[in-house]
């Protein structure tokens, strides 16, 4: 019986699976942040409204699922360490970072989730499944939710942005590989 020897470069990465979570989320991330942009600017309540509408949904959901195997994943798989010439501040921040970003990809489908049950709209996935219906309709409630699903979406969107920088700046100014270890 042979035993692999996980050499230092293999231990400073993150695993396929972490890299394939990581990847699709952050793609259909982008995708429904756009898709919601684009679908409320639209006037009225047009077919190409509601389909993009249920577009929205389906890949909230998604983000949803994905979330919660990635998290599962995580507990099993902790990350590798950062690198010995990184600050100590910036560990933590990026750790903070990192939380903020799980707890978004978590909270932002959920509000999204509520705030369409407060619209007694449900949601039902991909057109098969309707989600239960943990809400009634609540007119007084749905101001609110909207709200909340926005400033958390922006919340998301100013967090994703920080993350990106701060990984183009361990790329290119840094060089520490710091973004090699998500690179496929």
Same mark, same amino acid.
């Given at each position: ?8 470069? =293999? ?6 699976? +972490?890299?394939?979570? #990581?990847? *699709?989320?952050? $793609? %259909?991330?982008? &995708? @429904? ?52 010439? =990184? ?6 921040? +990026?750790?903070?970072? #990192?939380? *903020?970003?799980? $707890? %978004?990809?978590? &909270? @932002? ?76």
């Amino acid at each position: 019986m042979s035993t692999i020897k996980l050499t230092s470069s =293999m231990r400073q990465r993150y695993t396929s699976t +972490a890299m394939l979570f #990581h990847w *699709l989320v952050a $793609v %259909l991330v982008v &995708a @429904v942040f756009t898709l919601g942009l684009v679908m409320t600017d639209i006037p009225g309540l047009t077919p190409t409204k509601l389909r993009y509408f249920s577009w929205h949904k389906w890949i909230g959901v998604t983000v949803l699922m994905l979330a919660v195997l990635r998290v599962l994943w995580r507990l099993f798989h902790p990350a590798p360490a950062y690198p010995d010439t =990184m600050a100590r501040w910036q560990q933590r921040a +990026a750790n903070g970072l #990192h939380i *903020l970003l799980y $707890v %978004l990809i978590f &909270a @932002v489908p959920l509000s999204g989730y509520f705030y369409s049950l407060a619209s007694g709209v449900p949601v039902v996935y991909l057109g098969l499944f309707e989600l239960p219906v943990l809400i009634d309709a609540n007119p007084g409630l749905k101001p609110v939710l909207k709200g909340v699903h926005y400033w958390l979406n922006m919340l998301l969107a100013g967090a994703v942005g920080v993350h990106v920088a701060a990984a183009l700046k361990h790329q290119f100014v840094d060089r520490d590989g710091v973004l090699r270890r998500m690179l496929p």
